[in-house]
């Protein structure tokens, strides 16, 4: 078959280490990864990292280097019964052949926990040596019975030096590239393509095989244009799973920018989330969060200011709102910070639910009939807007068998600041009217 029909990311696939683009981390000299695979040395192992970052290929370059048999299946399609007449055929080919079984197991996230356990036996007795393919984080995806029995290696994007690399590589190919074509192309066209594969190796060499597709060919020469590699682009699409380790990482990125006080991290990371297709209106609930965490009774203006850019998405859509929302996150990242409420709303709950169902005081209680009044509740009730300073200096709001609690201690920042004078001064009162009760008594 003519390499005409076969697509330039399968062409291209390295067969020997040393064209391998990227991962320098695990496969420059002296690494880990590189060493097992120079040393021949196979171990059960799972690759976890983005698309395009070589998984597959280091896996068929294991195989490759230690003589082993290579079966490969897709979690998203393969069942329990797949799975038993793969370690079958590898138990005879062990038996008869002594040949070794590498069981490349793609999107092994989408197994679920029986089809994980379904390995195990057979990773432990050596009849296969398992390695998996994920773009989510192992420890939320695999359970720990398989996970403790793989060496977990973490790919990374590729950086654009490297796919620049892989680009001119493929240009000066002659037997699997583009090396037996004169092409022209311009070097801001390059890095055009660069950019929009996102560090993403099978991207890059889809988008530049559309772009050889689509220039004219005149003789074997190929002048690449601004116009073709813009069309080739079209709208794009950043590395964005919305159920997906990325996800989480790119609103815990935001979340820690606006906590931190930065507001430029801030915009760029709400920009990515807006880039990567993310729901507008998740992100305004995140924020709403964010003002009451971070900044609490610092700032109370945070949480308003919040809630209405929440609003402003709600009523108006894009782009309009997404604007309101990147305002509230600036001023969040500048505003005062406080996680003093947010501390003590988890220490009361944690009372709450340890603690039992304390009675109500009697004196707290309502007294709406008859009954209820003879029965004594809400007699002693003290009304604080009739107490001096409206405060009802001594009084308890807490469970008899609890005591008074601690809860909430402002910080010294924004508002908070006056709020703990004031809340100083209501103790200083609340010792006063105690040393009085003492004394009369």
């Known amino acids: 078959m003519s390499n005409n029909f076969i697509p330039l990311a399968a062409r291209m696939r390295p067969i020997i280490l040393d064209d391998f683009v990227g991962q320098h981390h695990l496969l420059d000299p002296g690494k880990p990864l590189r060493l097992a695979i120079e040393t021949s040395i196979l171990h059960s192992m799972v690759f976890w990292g983005p698309p395009g970052t070589g998984k597959t290929t280091l896996a068929q370059l294991l195989a490759k280097a230690t003589h082993a048999h290579f079966e490969t299946i897709s979690a998203v399609l393969a069942g329990v019964k797949d799975i038993r007449e793969i370690i079958e055929r590898a138990k005879l080919r062990r038996e008869i052949q002594k040949q070794a079984t590498i069981l490349f197991v793609d999107e092994v996230h989408r197994f679920n926990k029986a089809q994980q356990d ?95 597709d689509f220039t004219e060919n005149n003789a074997g020469h190929l002048i690449v244009n601004q116009d073709i590699i813009k069309e080739v682009i079209g709208l794009g ?17 935001l979340h820690k920018s606006v906590r931190g006080s930065d507001p430029n991290a801030a915009l760029y990371w709400f920009a990515r989330m807006i880039d990567g297709g993310c729901d507008p209106l998740y992100i305004a609930r995140r924020v709403v969060r964010m003002a009451s965490e971070d900044i609490g009774n610092a700032d109370p203006r945070a949480l308003t200011l919040a809630l209405n850019a929440w609003d402003v998405q709600e009523r108006l859509g894009s782009p309009e709102g997404e604007l309101a929302i990147a305002q509230a996150i600036v001023f969040m990242a500048c505003a005062a910070k406080s996680n003093a409420v947010y501390l003590a709303y988890k220490k009361a709950l944690s009372d709450a639910k340890e603690q039992g169902s304390l009675e109500v005081p009697i004196y707290l209680r309502n007294a709406p009939t008859k009954l209820m009044k003879d029965l004594g509740y809400s007699k002693g009730y003290r009304y604080a807007h009739d107490e001096p300073e409206a405060y009802a200096a001594g009084e308890s709001y807490f469970p008899e068998k609890l005591g008074k609690r601690a809860y909430y201690e402002p910080v010294p920042r924004g508002l908070e600041i006056q709020i703990a004078e004031k809340l100083k001064h209501f103790k200083e009162l609340d010792k006063q009217a105690l040393a009085k009760d003492k004394k009369e008594a």
């Not at 590395?239 to 815990?252: P, T, V």
Request: proline share 3%.
């Open 118 to 212: 379904a390995f195990l036996p057979y990773v432990e007795d050596g009849t296969i040596t398992f390695i998996g393919a994920t773009t989510e984080n192992p420890s939320f995806e695999l359970n720990n019975a398989l996970l403790s029995r793989l060496r977990v290696y973490v790919l990374k994007s590729l950086e654009p030096a490297d796919l620049k690399n892989l680009l001119n590589k493929v240009l000066d190919n002659k037997e699997n590239g583009y090396g037996n074509l004169a092409i022209t192309f311009d070097e801001s066209l390059k890095q055009m393509l660069i950019v929009a594969a996102d560090g993403d190796a099978r991207s890059l060499l889809n988008l530049l095989e559309r772009t050889i």
């Open 237 to 253: 699409a950043r590395r964005f799973d919305k159920q997906g380790e990325a996800f989480y990482d790119l609103i815990s990125a």
